[in-house]
C-alpha cells in the first residue's frame, strides 16, 4: 500500500488518478474480500502469468511457437501449437477492433484528447510488446486480466512496482 501511496502522489490528471484507484482497490479487494461469487465461474482458478507479458509482451509466444514447431513432429504437439496460434490471432483482432474504437473516437476538449491519444498509443502496443512505462505496464496488466477474464491480478504490487520506481527515477 505505502508503494502505491507514493504513485497517487505523482497523478497529474483526473485520469491517472482514476487508473491508482482502480488498480489500487481491485488489488485490495483481491487480496481482502473473498466472496463465493468470486469463484463461480466454472471452477476455473488462475492467475495469469502478467510479469511475463510485461516484460516480453504477447507476440513473444509467437516466437516460442515457431520454436516449437522446428523440433517436433509429433502431431498432438503440433495441433496443441496451431491452437495456441489461433488463441493468439484472436487476442491480436481482439484488441485491433479496440484500437479501431478509440481511433474513431474523437474528444471533446484537449485534456480529453491527450488521455485519448496516450490510451490509444498504450493500446497500439500493449500487451503485445514489452511496456516500458507504469502507465503501459497498467493498460497491460487490465488487457491481460480482461482478455482471461482473471480479475485476482496476483502480486501485483511487485510486478508493477519496478515500472512505477522507473518513473520517480
Known amino acids: 500500500a505505502q508503494k502505491f501511496e507514493r504513485l497517487r502522489e505523482l497523478c497529474e490528471n483526473s485520469a491517472e488518478e482514476n487508473i491508482y ?20 465461474h466454472g471452477g476455473t482458478h488462475n492467475i495469469p502469468d502478467i510479469p511475463t507479458v ?6 513473444e509466444y509467437q516466437t516460442k511457437i515457431d520454436n516449437e514447431r522446428k523440433h517436433t513432429d509429433d502431431v498432438n504437439k503440433l495441433r496443441f501449437l496451431d491452437g495456441m496460434e489461433e488463441v493468439l490471432q484472436a487476442v491480436i ?4 477492433r479496440y484500437v479501431e474504437n478509440l481511433e474513431k473516437y474523437i474528444p471533446e476538449t484537449d ?10 498509443s498504450a493500446m497500439k502496443k500493449v500487451p503485445f510488446y514489452p511496456a516500458e512505462s507504469f502507465y503501459e505496464a497498467v493498460v497491460s496488466c487490465y488487457c491481460v486480466m480482461y482478455l482471461t477474464c482473471c480479475y485476482e491480478p ?16
Open 93 to 96: 483482432n481482439f484488441v485491433g
Open 111 to 120: 485534456k480529453q484528447r491527450e488521455n485519448h491519444d496516450k490510451l490509444l
Open 154 to 169: 496476483g502480486r501485483i504490487d511487485e510486478y508493477l512496482y519496478p515500472y512505477y520506481q522507473k518513473e520517480l527515477d
Open 21 to 40: 484507484r482502480l488498480v489500487y482497490n481491485d488489488s485490495r479487494a483481491a487480496a481482502n474480500n473473498i466472496s463465493p461469487c468470486r469463484y463461480d
Open 54 to 59: 510485461l516484460q516480453n509482451g504477447l507476440l
